[in-house]
Structures are given as structure tokens and as C-alpha cells.
């Protein structure tokens, strides 16, 4: 079955206490991003990455570090989370960069932080 | 930069009435691409509906169809006939390259 699969599905935390929340795509896209989504903002974007090995930053980067070892998997870190990083995260691929491809989504992480 | 708007925060509608989600957007890009996504209370988001921007006909998926006004830039999603289970979370986006959001509305259906 083709889909997007993220790890873990909840997740409570401390501040300051490294975590990395994975993400793996089943249909060889190249195209993989995350976001986050926080009531009365829609889902904003985090960092995105067109291809292995190239990651760029999207509208709300800053606490978030991602890689692109491999073309499947796509991990968001932070490396000090804060409460203010408290959301739902989603990790999203799409075939490629163009307007035509539909973006398929992960089912979503919800973090907390304490 | 690139801008959605959804102008309703809530909508209801009665079981088997059609109901109208609004957005519009904002680009001066003559290519992009035009999706409607559901997010039922479980939080998964769910792809409904795609339009071109470059599509003379709009687009249709069943029950959901697209009334895609181009020189108005607006892509409101048309849901006919709604059933209990169309309750949840619509939101509007557009990709140029990234894709961008818009902040959502939340259909209730009415039995």
C-alpha cells in the first residue's frame, strides 16, 4: 500500500530533551516536506526537501533541523524543543516540485511539550 | 509570496444539501495548482479534489466538484448531497512549488 508513515503518532516531552520524529514515504517521490499545524493557522511549512541530500528551509524553520540520507526517509529533529513547539506535525511527499502533484500526507504527530 | 483565504472559520449544513467551502488566493504566477484536503477529527488529511490552473473545465470527484474562477482567483469547493461523515476540516491550497495553506473551515452536517 503506497503511503507515508511517521513515528511516533503522540508524543509528551520536556524541554530541552532532543527528539526526532521519523518519517518514510513508500512511493519512491522525490519530493518530501514537513509541517505543522496550529489552530486558526492552517499547516505552515517547516523545512522541505527536493531530492537526497538537498533540504531547504520553509516559512518556520527556526528549532527544527531535518536530513536527507535516503530518498524514503525524511527525520524533523529538534534538538532543544520548547512549549512553543508544542503542534501537530505532518510529513507530507509528492512526486516531484510541480504545481500538479498532489502532496499525500502522513497521519500526524502530536507533540507536547512540558 | 503566495496567499489562501478561507473567510469562513465554521459552516453547517443540513444532511443531503449541498454546501459551498469559499477560498480564494492570491499569486501572480501563471502556473499553479489549486487542492482541496479533509481533516476528519482522527487528524489524518485526507486529498480531495485538484484543479490546473491552466484547466478550462472544473474539477469534479464524485460528490466534491471545484468551481474554479480564475480571473476572481477563487476555488471553492462544492460538496452536494453531504452525509454525516463530510463533518470535519477543509482546507484550501495552492502549490506553485511549495504548497501553501489556508487557515481552514470546519463543516458541520446537521442529521
Known amino acids: 500500500e503506497a503511503q507515508v508513515t511517521q513515528n511516533p503518532r503522540y508524543l509528551i516531552t520536556v524541554t530541552g530533551k532532543k527528539l526526532t520524529v521519523t518519517c518514510s514515504q513508500n512511493m519512491n517521490h522525490e519530493y518530501m516536506s514537513w509541517y505543522r499545524q496550529d489552530p486558526g493557522l492552517g499547516l505552515r511549512q517547516i523545512y522541505y526537501?527536493?531530492?537526497?541530500?538537498?533540504?531547504d528551509k520553509g516559512d518556520v524553520p527556526e528549532g527544527y533541523k531535518v536530513s536527507r540520507k535516503e530518498k524514503r526517509n525524511f527525520p524533523l529533529i529538534l534538538e532543544s524543543p520548547s512549549p512553543n513547539q508544542t503542534s501537530l506535525y505532518f510529513c507530507?511527499?509528492?512526486?516531484?516540485?510541480?504545481?500538479?502533484?498532489?502532496?499525500?500526507f502522513g497521519p500526524g504527530t502530536r507533540l507536547t511539550v512540558l | 509570496a503566495q496567499k489562501i483565504t478561507q473567510t469562513q472559520p465554521g459552516m453547517f449544513v443540513q444532511e443531503k444539501e449541498a454546501v459551498t467551502l469559499d477560498c480564494t488566493y492570491d499569486t501572480s504566477d501563471q502556473s499553479y495548482g489549486l487542492f482541496w484536503y479533509k481533516q476528519p477529527s482522527s487528524g489524518e488529511m485526507i486529498f480531495l479534489i485538484y484543479?490546473?490552473?491552466?484547466?478550462?473545465q472544473n474539477a469534479t470527484e464524485g460528490r466534491y466538484s471545484l468551481n474554479f474562477q480564475k480571473a476572481r482567483k477563487s476555488a471553492n469547493l462544492v460538496i452536494s448531497a453531504s452525509q454525516l461523515g463530510d463533518s470535519a476540516m477543509y482546507f484550501c491550497a495552492m502549490r506553485e512549488h511549495d504548497m501553501r495553506f489556508g487557515a481552514g473551515t470546519r463543516l458541520t452536517v446537521k442529521p
Open positions: 484543479q490546473g490552473s491552466y484547466d478550462e
Open positions: 526537501s527536493m531530492n537526497v541530500e538537498v533540504t
Open positions: 507530507a511527499s509528492s512526486l516531484l516540485l510541480a504545481d500538479t502533484d498532489t502532496q499525500y
